[in-house]
């Protein structure tokens, strides 16, 4: 297993990459890339400890091969920062191509860029993916409901980029709904948190536009899996990328196919290599050939380990209550926190606006707890688009931040 990618990162050795201390330290000896059992004695490398270093102990890049210096968004822990070399942006840049041409991206569209000024690198890498496609972009980085409504009524914006829960805030206003129908945009591409699908289905209806799931990460320099037409998993580029999916209590991988926390390893010289570094991604690695034709694996994210809930041995994800709620018309913010006595739902919902009991029935069999149900109106529970929406009375993190 991963001979390819041991064959890699032996060379990667050899060429001084792991010679900074924080690399060092954790690598005995070439002999820890001889094959995966070896590799797997390397520990883990978690977010805490990166938060400790500075971006310069994290890098052999040198000064004229740097592309610049961008950060994390901090949503969880003080800004963290990374530094990209000229190479990576080459890396990226293969990447992009390989999720976008598929896609049907071409130099003739214009890209919107509706991600808040907030997110770090995500509107970085946001624009480089269209200019990477020789296609134009336009930011927009207060992406309220009538500011993206603007852009699109007054540019022939073709393609927009963001995160799934800003572009749904037109829903509730016909009259936005209809100029977003009547604009030039055809895709939407999605990222910065996980993509339902009632979610998918509400933004394809409302926008009149194929809606496409993307994945990424800043420690990685953002977008690093893409969906096809398929819209079947999220393709990503093994050449450069091994992903190995560990179980959270025996630290061992999965079986094929089961769920598990992602573990990132670079495999180029990247300005900030990852070895072995632990995420808060549960996801499943498909290895199955896709109707698209590619080569290429796909992953599928499930969430966070901390945006997600533990009943009875079982991962409930946000994902399950976001279908539930948007089937029965409910498309504005909800939470749920895990109790003493229970799980308690909050949800955000207009006035007027009928609860179905069949709705709240499908809540409870969900979390399969003593569940209580609470509503309030739109925009109280002051949700920014990037963070939990489940809150369990002990996180129970393992990604050593804490």
């Known amino acids: 297993m991963f001979e390819k990618e041991m064959a890699q990162l032996r060379e990667l050795y050899r060429q001084g990459l792991y010679q900074p201390e924080f690399y060092s330290r954790r690598i005995p000896g070439e002999g820890c890339f001889a094959d995966y059992e070896a590799f797997t004695k390397i520990p883990f490398m978690y977010k805490g400890e990166i938060r400790g270093t500075t971006a310069y102990e994290r890098t052999t890049a040198k000064k004229d091969e740097v592309y610049g210096i961008f950060s994390s968004s901090g949503t969880t822990g003080n800004k963290t920062y990374y530094v990209y070399s000229k190479k990576d942006k080459q890396v990226h840049e293969e990447f992009v191509k390989s999720f976008y041409t598929e896609l049907g991206i071409r130099p003739d569209d214009l890209g919107g860029v509706f991600a808040p000024v907030d997110t770090g690198v995500m509107a970085h890498t946001m624009m480089w993916q269209y200019t990477t496609m020789g296609a134009g972009y336009v930011n927009c980085p207060e992406p309220s409901p009538e500011n993206m409504i603007d852009v699109v009524s007054t540019l022939p914006v073709t393609v927009i980029a963001t995160r799934p829960n800003v572009v749904c805030t037109i829903a509730a206003n016909p009259e936005f709904v209809e100029k977003a129908q009547k604009s030039s945009v055809k895709k939407m591409l999605m990222g910065g948190g996980f993509l339902s699908s009632e979610r998918r289905k509400l933004i394809e209806r409302i926008w009149g536009a194929d809606c496409y799931n993307m994945f990424g990460m800043s420690e990685m320099f953002g977008p690093m899996a893409g969906e096809c037409r398929q819209k079947d998993g999220q393709h990503y580029l093994e050449q450069y990328l091994m992903i190995e999916v560990i179980d959270p209590e025996t630290k061992k991988p999965v079986k094929e196919g089961e769920i598990g926390i992602a573990v990132y390893t670079t495999l180029w010289d990247k300005g900030f290599p990852l070895l072995r570094y632990w995420t808060d991604d549960l996801m499943v690695i498909d290895r199955s050939p896709c109707k698209c034709g590619s080569r290429h694996p796909r992953l599928r994210y499930k969430g966070r380990m901390a945006d997600c809930m533990q009943i009875e041995g079982k991962y409930v994800f946000p994902e399950e209550l976001e279908n539930c709620l948007m089937k029965h018309g409910f498309y504005f913010d909800y939470e749920a926190r895990q109790e003493q006595d229970g799980i308690r739902v909050r949800i955000e919902k207009e006035p007027d606006q009928e609860v179905p009991l069949q709705?709240?029935?499908?809540?409870?069999?969900?979390?399969?707890?003593?569940?209580?149900?609470?509503?309030?109106?739109?925009?109280?529970?002051?949700?920014?688009?990037?963070?939990?929406?489940?809150?369990?009375a002990a996180l129970g993190r393992m990604d050593g931040s804490e």
């Open 359 to 392: 709705m709240q029935q499908e809540i409870k069999d969900i979390f399969q707890l003593d569940t209580t149900i609470e509503f309030v109106a739109p925009r109280q529970l002051g949700y920014r688009g990037h963070g939990p929406r489940f809150i369990t």
